[in-house]
């Protein structure tokens, strides 16, 4: 048994479900697990720190903190370890958990291992498996030494714990010297995408080069609303404007781990594999056969895309009817 402490993020007062992973999988571990919320006016949120399995809640909160920094957040983080002094420290692996946590590791001197896929607590020690090579392997990792223990878990990667609607926290707060901040965001623009980040979603449909015109992707966003999904895109598309970079999968775009990923006339490039090879189940689209797409997919549709995914769309809406 640890003593762990998890980084539950929030953003505009919602917690981002990935950080439930983090909590259930420690609880269920049998770890002293507690959970640190860190933003304005957050202690509301506890409860469902506790319902899904903190057995202490923490709250940081300030108006300075409103909007996440690097540099507020690490000393926030920074204050909650000194405090809390726990053996492991876990976030998501989020833009702002993969940024936060190495900035935090280097103000406690601990050991990071960041982007893993599993974890596993054995004897009070982290045991981690993270992708390596653009995916093509797999590392184990263990922390030598006695510094404090490090990761930030992919987000999709545990499965959600079954929440515990009755539990209640007794959550206690931490103070944190704020002062003398080099950094203020001004602005939040938000996008207008009603669809769910390719990140979160447990569906994600995404399309390539093939599609041809930013126009075609109207397919793609059908099948996707269909599902509840988020529509992503190789980064062909990108380079050709059909969609946002924010969509890109990948090497150089984000790295999704999904349910479900439905591949739309993509080839498999190594780069495009890197962010998507650890999706539950793949189904890929291609009009060629030899395309390497097919050899880590599930499901292998040899077909023209502007053909199978509207049938696909017809057939999901049907089955919901
Ligand atoms: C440093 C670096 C970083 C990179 N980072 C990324 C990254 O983050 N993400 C990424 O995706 N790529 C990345 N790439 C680019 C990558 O190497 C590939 O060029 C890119 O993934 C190809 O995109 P694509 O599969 O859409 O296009 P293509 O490789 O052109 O493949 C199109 C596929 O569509 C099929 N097709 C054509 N018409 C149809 C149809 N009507 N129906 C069904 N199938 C059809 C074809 O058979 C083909 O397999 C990176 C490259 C480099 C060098």
Do not use: W
């Amino acid at each position: 048994m640890a003593k762990v402490l998890v980084f539950v993020e929030q953003r505009d007062g919602k917690l981002k479900k990935a950080s439930f992973e983090l909590l259930g999988a420690s609880a269920a571990a049998g770890n002293e697990t507690h959970a640190v919320i860190i933003g304005e006016n957050v202690s509301g949120l506890a409860n469902e720190c506790a319902q899904n399995g903190a057995n202490k809640v923490h709250v940081i909160q300030d108006a300075a903190l409103k909007n996440y920094t690097g540099e507020a957040y690490s000393r926030a983080l920074t204050a909650a370890i000194k405090s809390i002094s726990p053996e492991i420290v876990l976030a998501s692996h989020t833009p702002m958990g993969k940024e936060l946590l190495p900035i935090v590791a280097a103000h406690v001197d601990g050991a990071l291992a960041t982007d893993c896929t599993s974890l596993q607590f054995e004897g009070g020690k982290l045991q981690l498996k993270r992708p390596i090579y653009s995916g093509k392997a797999i590392a184990d990792v263990e922390f030598c030494g006695t510094s404090l223990q490090m990761a930030t878990i992919r987000q999709n990667a545990i499965g959600l714990p079954k929440a515990d609607a009755s539990k209640t926290a007794d959550a206690t707060t931490i103070t944190v010297d704020l002062s003398g901040l080099k950094t203020k965001i001004l602005e939040v623009v938000k996008g207008n995408s009603a669809r769910p980040d390719v990140t979160e979603a447990p569906i994600v449909v995404s399309g390539g080069r093939s599609l041809k015109a930013a126009e075609n992707f109207k397919i793609l966003e059908d099948l996707a609303d269909s599902m509840g999904a988020a529509v992503g895109a190789s980064r062909a598309a990108v380079d050709a404007g059909y969609r946002p970079h924010r969509d890109q999968v990948g090497q150089t775009g984000k790295v999704v781990s999904p349910s479900l990923y439905i591949a739309c006339g993509i080839s498999g490039a190594i780069q495009h594999l890197a962010g998507m090879r650890t999706s539950k189940v793949i189904v890929a689209i291609n009009t060629d056969p030899q395309a390497p797409i097919f050899q880590i997919a599930d499901y292998a549709i040899v077909g023209d895309l502007f053909q199978v995914v509207p049938a696909l769309t017809n057939e999901v809406k049907h089955l919901k009817e």
